[in-house]
C-alpha cells in the first residue's frame, strides 16, 4: 500500500468553528508533514512529526494545533481560522531520514482537503 | 541556503511535441533531487527521483539527469500527450526530512 489518504476531501468552515483534518497512511513511514498550499504556489511546510513527536514548526499560527496520535495517523486541529487560511492542505509521509546518509528519502503525499474558511 | 529555481510558466505545447523544463538547485551538499507532477484538484505525485551525480531518473516516458557540473536537473520527455497536461514541481532534499520545492512549472498540452 502506497496511499496516503486524507478526510475529509472538502472543508468549509466559519471563522469561529472549530474542525480537524486528518491524514493515515500505512506504508511503515515514521516521519510525516503537513503542508499548506495556496492556488499557484508550491507547498508551505507546516510541522513535521518524526516518530509520533513533533519535530518542525515552520512558526505556524496555534490556530492550527497537529496532533500524531500513533506512526499511521497524523491530525491537524483548526480553531478560530482566518479568511486567509483558505488553501490546500497537504499531508505526507516518509521513510525518517538520518545524516549521514548520501540520499534523502522522497514523500509521498496525499490528495490534500480543500479549506474554505468563511 | 538551499533553493531550487525552475523556469517560469506556463507552457503550452501540442500533442506529441518535445517537452524541457529547466530546472536548477542551489545546495551545499549533495542533495537528492526530485520531480513532482500535480494534477488538477489532486495531490503532488513523485514522478521521479535521483540520488547521486549522473543519475537519470525515469518514469512514464520522463527523464532528467543529475548534473552536479551545472546544478541542473532538466525535466524532458520526447512526446507529450494531453494527459500530461499538469504543474511540475522540481524539489531537493539535503538533509533529514526536510524538501525544498521550487515554484512549479504548469503545462498545458493541447490536441
Known amino acids: 500500500d502506497t496511499e496516503v489518504t486524507q478526510t475529509p476531501k472538502h472543508l468549509v468552515m466559519g471563522m469561529t468553528n472549530k474542525k480537524s483534518l486528518k491524514c493515515e497512511q500505512h506504508?511503515?513511514?515514521?516521519?510525516m508533514y503537513w503542508y499548506k498550499q495556496k492556488a499557484k504556489k508550491p507547498p508551505e511546510l507546516m510541522f513535521v512529526?518524526?516518530?509520533?513527536?513533533?519535530?518542525i514548526n515552520e512558526s505556524v499560527p496555534s490556530r492550527f494545533s497537529p496532533e500524531c496520535p500513533n506512526s499511521s495517523l497524523l491530525n491537524l486541529h483548526l480553531h478560530a481560522l482566518q479568511p486567509e487560511d483558505s488553501a490546500l492542505y497537504l499531508c505526507?509521509?516518509?521513510?525518517?531520514?538520518?545524516?549521514?546518509?548520501?540520499?534523502?528519502?522522497?514523500?509521498?503525499f496525499g490528495p490534500g482537503t480543500r479549506l474554505t474558511v468563511l | 541556503g538551499d533553493s531550487v529555481t525552475q523556469m517560469e510558466g506556463p507552457v503550452t505545447l501540442s500533442e506529441e511535441a518535445f517537452l524541457t523544463i529547466n530546472c536548477t538547485y542551489t545546495a551545499t551538499g549533495y542533495p537528492s533531487l526530485f520531480w513532482y507532477v500535480q494534477y488538477p484538484g489532486e495531490g503532488l505525485q513523485l514522478l521521479l527521483k535521483a540520488t547521486k551525480a549522473d543519475d537519470k531518473g525515469s518514469n512514464k516516458g520522463f527523464e532528467a539527469t543529475y548534473r552536479k557540473e551545472t546544478t541542473s536537473f532538466h525535466l524532458e520527455k520526447g512526446s507529450v500527450q494531453v494527459s500530461d497536461s499538469a504543474v511540475y514541481f522540481c524539489?531537493?532534499?539535503?538533509?533529514?526530512?526536510?524538501?525544498?520545492f521550487g515554484a512549479g512549472t504548469r503545462l498545458t498540452v493541447k490536441p
Open positions: 512529526y518524526s516518530y509520533e513527536k513533533l519535530s
Open positions: 505526507a509521509s516518509s521513510q525518517v531520514g538520518t545524516s549521514g546518509r548520501n540520499f534523502y528519502n522522497e514523500q509521498f
Open positions: 524539489a531537493l532534499s539535503d538533509r533529514p526530512n526536510d524538501m525544498r
Open positions: 506504508m511503515g513511514h515514521r516521519a
